[in-house]
């Protein structure tokens, strides 16, 4: 069987699919040693897991959009509105108090993690029919990465998305945790027979699909309900949501283009220019987790900046533009062959 690879084997493996699995085998052989890093070394794992992945994945993104030639003006609504739309919500938000705009950006993050799983999925199998397997396959994804999400809400964990309590107002529902139990591991099961029956009768298997709906199941169950860890959870959750999506980009962005494709791009598309790439993203993710330090968190370093409370409902939701307007754009630049709707559009979805 001719195998989906979005690139090819050596590379999807690596940068698409390994890191679930990679991250895990890490956890379970050093998992004291991980542990004894968030207590004396916080500042590097927060450096390396937050800015230098989870950040600098949310800039890959104008190699898609800002970037290319011609984009913008295509789309213009689009790619202006949102931004402008995102601080006008953010505004809002913020003027229902702080833990509602980060209990509601939290929301909002975490459906943007569950479609990226989905979207790769979606990817990995586009060469199948629109069958009952490949609706089982997306019901599987689905249960993959939203019970941790419902065992979350009602559990108390040692970790959060944001912030403190962002989702303790989802307490308050009924003890619905063994009833989606029972449901998710039946969704589980029913996946995995379908799986190895088909692969039997077939002689076929879709590798890349398989290993990577394995992955969300593992990274999603083992991060968020197994282990009850800070830094395990951000481990798992950045590095297998953050590394496969740099990837996807380059890959798709620049990689496969020809250099009369990408325009100015094409110093990207060399083996040096792969660290260039790197290297733009991360002095991005860089720059605006120094802005959120010094004027918002103070947590790992400070300039003493005194930011008067007015100023703050304004501030904090534009430093948190780049980031949602990650989330929303994603819902459209990834949709092919269908043109991108227009700004007017955006509120009808």
């Known amino acids: 069987?001719?195998?989906?690879?979005?690139?090819?084997?050596?590379?999807?493996?690596?940068?698409?699919?390994?890191?679930?699995?990679?991250?895990?085998?890490?956890?379970?052989?050093?998992?004291?040693?991980?542990?004894?890093?968030?207590?004396?070394?916080?500042?590097?794992?927060?450096?390396f897991l937050i800015v230098f992945v989870d950040v600098?994945?949310?800039?890959?993104?104008?190699?898609?959009?800002?970037?290319?030639?011609?984009?913008?003006?295509?789309n213009r609504w689009l790619y202006l509105g949102i931004p402008a739309v995102s601080w006008i919500l953010g505004i809002i938000l913020f003027q229902f108090g702080t833990l509602t705009f980060w209990s509601v950006l939290a929301l909002v993050a975490v459906f943007h993690f569950i479609r990226q799983q989905y979207g790769f999925m979606r990817i990995y199998a586009r060469f199948e029919p629109n069958n009952w397997s490949k609706r089982i396959d997306e019901v599987a994804v689905y249960s993959a990465t939203i019970f941790p999400m419902l065992y979350w809400f009602k559990t108390p964990r040692a970790f959060t998305w944001f912030v403190n309590n962002e989702f303790d107002w989802l307490q308050n529902l009924p003890d619905y945790v063994p009833l989606m139990t029972v449901i998710y591991s039946a969704i589980l099961i029913i996946w995995i027979i379908k799986t190895v029956v088909e692969a039997f009768k077939t002689k076929k298997i879709n590798i890349p699909k398989t290993a990577l709906i394995t992955g969300t199941f593992l990274s999603w169950y083992f991060g968020i309900v197994y282990f009850n860890n800070d830094l395990l959870f951000t481990f798992l959750n950045v590095v297998s949501h953050g590394i496969p999506y740099i990837a996807l980009i380059y890959i798709r962005e620049i990689q496969q283009k020809e250099n009369h494709q990408l325009s100015w791009m094409h110093i990207f598309k060399s083996f040096s220019g792969i660290f260039l790439f790197v290297g733009v993203i991360l002095l991005f993710a860089f720059l605006e987790e120094f802005l959120w330090e010094t004027l918002v968190w103070n947590e790992h370093f400070s300039l003493n900046l005194m930011i008067s409370?007015?100023?703050?409902?304004?501030?904090?939701?534009?430093?948190?533009?780049?980031?949602?307007?990650?989330?929303?754009?994603?819902?459209?630049?990834?949709?092919?062959?269908?043109?991108?709707?227009?700004?007017?559009?955006?509120?009808?979805?």
């Open 1 to 47: 069987m001719k195998q989906p690879w979005i690139h090819n084997a050596k590379t999807d493996w690596w940068f698409i699919l390994s890191p679930p699995f990679v991250v895990l085998l890490i956890i379970f052989l050093f998992q004291k040693q991980i542990q004894g890093l968030e207590n004396h070394y916080s500042f590097y794992t927060w450096l």
């Open 56 to 74: 600098a994945h949310v800039y890959s993104t104008l190699f898609k959009t800002y970037f290319v030639k011609g984009e913008i003006q295509k």
């Open 309 to 349: 409370e007015n100023l703050f409902q304004f501030l904090v939701p534009l430093l948190v533009v780049p980031q949602l307007t990650h989330y929303l754009l994603d819902g459209f630049i990834w949709r092919k062959p269908k043109k991108l709707p227009n700004f007017v559009s955006i509120f009808k979805i």
